[in-house]
Every structure is written in structure tokens, then in C-alpha cells.
């Protein structure tokens, strides 16, 4: 270029030199000389400086530490060499698990470097540690499966089954107030306090009016029967409502002594309620199935016939198809029995229906058969009548059968040639064989 500097000789050969020696440089070992560090150490030297410098709090030079500080060292030594410990002791741990894991692997060849050794065991003592971490985890699930499960035994925690507990016997105690078994007390103190009010209705003083006032009040017992006495003026009456009243109170107090009685035991209240409920059930069923056995001594086809081994496969079929038959009914008489649902006390029923409408065919059917066996009787007793009239006596003389006059013998033709002889013959014996139908 124009506007270019020309050098001189000797920078030409300064420049020369210059690049020939680093193109000799190039790809040779490098060696860091004192000025390429300069910068570094420098560097290194204030970084250092700065870590080292003296701080206010900081113990003077040459100073023994404190109990404290020698304390608060040594238990920072042994926490590091206590976590230390645990690293090694867990990787040596996790490295034999490790062994055990991948003993039948494939392993690196005898000639791997020791890196590649180093690498490879790291990358099984991680695996190790997966696989660990893994079963920690299934076993921690397992363990919270079986807890589950143990409260599905008792899902009810005791608090609530306690609660539930109370309010059953609360509600069994409320049932106890409304049982009918005590409402024969009440019908006692009814019955008294209607003789009562007939009593009093006897005296003319006493109107209805009367009578409503008192009911009013829930009873005479609950009434100062004294005033109504003086205006009524009439001992026997008085002794005998005086009486009822004493029975009515004494009928109140037994009532609530059972009522007490109950609930103090609710219990075995409720207990013997759900007897009283099955017994009621199962006596049903004993009764019914009493009846039944009647009923079944009167059907005598219930009863299995025994198959004979010496009869033939036909005979057998019949008999154990018949027996297989007795088995299911006998089975489904069994089910009923016990069976109280409406679904099979319906069925029951319009079964009932269905064997009624069959007794009436089955009769309509029978008086038919008896009409029918009466008549063939008859119509088979006029056919013999018929056939042993048709009969004719010629059947016992000495006719022919055939109803030709055997003709008359003629005189014998000494004249007649043999063959026709023989030919007469021939046709007389097939005249007589085909006359007798031979």
C-alpha cells in the first residue's frame, strides 16, 4: 500500500527473528517465566494479607486459648470426625452393598486405569444408594400398610365407638318409655279410673261436667277428692273410689320401678328384646315346620323309591330321575320354611292358587278317563258280542269249506292213457291245495 511505513534492514531482520522464534515455540512445553506469575502472586499476596489480618477480638500473638475455646475446639474436631466417620462408614457400607448387588455384572478389564476403577465403584456406590434409599422407602409404605390395615380391624376409633355406645343406650331408654310391655300398666290405671268415674256418676251431685273436670286434671288421683265426698254424703262409695285411688297409685309406682328397673340394666333390656324378637321368629318356624311333618305323612310320594341294581337302564333312569326330583322339592320346602319375606309368602300363595286350578283339572280329567274306560269297556264287550255271533255252525259238518259238492267218484277208464291220467291227478291235487288256501 502506499500509505504504508517501510522499514528498515534491520527491522525487517528484527521481525524475522521475531517470528521464527515463535513459530519454533509453537506445540513445545511451555515454561511459565517470573513475569508471567507477577501478576498472580501479587494478587495471591493481598488475598492473603486480607485473610490474616489482625482483627480487633482476636487474641493477641503468642497466647494460650481458653477452657472454652479448647472445648468448643475439640467438640468441633470430634463433630467432624464423627461426620467424617459416618461418611466413610456409609460409603463403605453402601460400597458392600454395592458388591452384593452387581456380583454377577460384568466388571472393568484387569488393565483399567485406576480412574475408570475409582469411576466405576462410584457409579455402583451410587446405584447402591438408590437401590437403599428405594427399600427404605417400600419398607417405611409397608409399615404404613400395616397400620392401615390394623385400623381397618377397629375403623371406629374408641372415642366415637364410646359415643355411639351412649347414644344407642339414650335411644334403647326412649324405647323403654314407649315399650307396649308397660302400657299394661297404663291400661290398669285406665280401667281404675273408669270404675271411678262409674262410681261417681251413681251419686246425683256428680255431673259430667264434674267427671270432665277431673279428667282434666289427669285423674282422681291427681284431684282432693275430700269436698266432692262431703257433698256426696255416701261412705261405701267413698271406700270403694278411696280403694281404686290406692290401686292407681300402687299400679304408678310398679310402673315406674319396672321403667327404672329397665333402664338401670338397659343392657339386658335390649338383650332380652332381640331374644324375644328371634324366639317370636323361630317359634313361628318350629310351629310351621310341626305342621308340615303332618302334612308330610300324608304324602306319601315324598318318599325316595330304591332303585333296583337288577332293572333294567330304562327302569333305573325312571326311578332316579323320580328321587332327584323328591331331593329338589324337598330342598325348596326347606328354603320356604325358613324364608318369612312377603316375595315368598307370595309365592307361597299363588303357588296355593295354581295347585287349586290343577286339582280341578286333574278331577275334570280323572271323571273323564273313568267315562272313557267305561265306554271302551262297553264298545270291546259288543265287538266280541258281534264276532261270536257272526259264527256259522256249517264250520262243524263235514262240507267243504269251500261250499263245492265234491263230485261224485266216476267209474274207472281202463281205456284213458297214463299221461292223462297223471294230468287229472295233477290237477285235482292243485284244485284241493288252492281251495285250503295253500
Known amino acids: 500500500m502506499a500509505d504504508e511505513k517501510e522499514l528498515t534492514p534491520a ?81 463403605e457400607a453402601h460400597l458392600k452393598k454395592s458388591e452384593e448387588f452387581f456380583k454377577d455384572s460384568p466388571g472393568l478389564p484387569p488393565n483399567a486405569s485406576p480412574k475408570s476403577a475409582e469411576a466405576f465403584s462410584t457409579v455402583k456406590i451410587r446405584a447402591a444408594q438408590e437401590i437403599s434409599a428405594r427399600e427404605a422407602k417400600i419398607e417405611e409404605l409397608n409399615k404404613q400398610l400395616a397400620e392401615a390395615q390394623e385400623k381397618l380391624k377397629n375403623p371406629v376409633p374408641a372415642e366415637i365407638e364410646r359415643e355411639l355406645k351412649e347414644h344407642r343406650e339414650f335411644r334403647a331408654k326412649l324405647d323403654v318409655d314407649a315399650d307396649p310391655k308397660f302400657k299394661e300398666f297404663d291400661k290398669a290405671i285406665a280401667n281404675s279410673q273408669e270404675f271411678i268415674y262409674a262410681q261417681l256418676r251413681k251419686s246425683p251431685t256428680v255431673t259430667d261436667k264434674v267427671i270432665e273436670e277431673i279428667k282434666k286434671f289427669g285423674g282422681p288421683e291427681n284431684v282432693n277428692m275430700a269436698k266432692l265426698f262431703s257433698t256426696i254424703q255416701d261412705p261405701v262409695m267413698q271406700r270403694l273410689v278411696e280403694s281404686k285411688i290406692a290401686d292407681i297409685e300402687m299400679v304408678k309406682f310398679n310402673r315406674e320401678q319396672a321403667v327404672k328397673t329397665a333402664k338401670d340394666n338397659i343392657g339386658q333390656y335390649v338383650a332380652e328384646r332381640q331374644k324375644a324378637s328371634t324366639d317370636s321368629v323361630t317359634a313361628h318356624n318350629t310351629a310351621t315346620a310341626k305342621h308340615l311333618e303332618t302334612f308330610h305323612g300324608q304324602m306319601a310320594w315324598l318318599a325316595e323309591k330304591p332303585v333296583d341294581p337288577k332293572a333294567d337302564e330304562a327302569a333305573r333312569k325312571s326311578v332316579e330321575d323320580y328321587n332327584k326330583f323328591i331331593a329338589e322339592t324337598k330342598q325348596s ?106
Open 11 to 91: 527491522e525487517v531482520a528484527a521481525n524475522n527473528e521475531k517470528t521464527a522464534r515463535e513459530l519454533e515455540a509453537q506445540g513445545a512445553q511451555h515454561v511459565t517465566s517470573e513475569a508471567d506469575v507477577a501478576d498472580t502472586r501479587s494478587a495471591l499476596d493481598r488475598l492473603m494479607a486480607g485473610v490474616v489480618e489482625k482483627k480487633p477480638d482476636d487474641p493477641p500473638a503468642g497466647a494460650e486459648p481458653t477452657a472454652e475455646e479448647k472445648a468448643a475446639a475439640e467438640a468441633k474436631a470430634a463433630e467432624e470426625k464423627a461426620a467424617a466417620d459416618k461418611i466413610a462408614s456409609e460409603r
Open 333 to 438: 320346602m326347606a328354603v320356604a320354611l325358613k324364608d318369612d319375606s312377603a316375595e315368598m309368602r307370595a309365592l307361597m300363595i299363588a303357588g296355593m292358587a295354581q295347585l287349586m286350578l290343577e286339582r280341578r283339572v286333574s278331577a275334570a280329567d280323572k271323571l273323564e278317563n273313568v267315562t272313557l274306560k267305561k265306554e271302551n269297556t262297553e264298545l270291546k264287550d259288543k265287538l266280541a258280542r258281534f264276532k261270536d255271533a257272526s259264527v256259522s255252525r256249517l264250520r262243524e259238518t263235514a262240507a267243504p269249506s269251500d261250499g263245492k259238492v265234491p263230485k261224485a267218484n266216476e267209474a274207472t277208464d281202463w281205456n284213458k292213457p297214463t299221461v292223462v291220467a297223471l294230468d287229472d291227478i295233477a290237477r285235482q291235487v292243485m284244485e284241493e291245495r288252492a281251495a285250503k288256501g295253500l
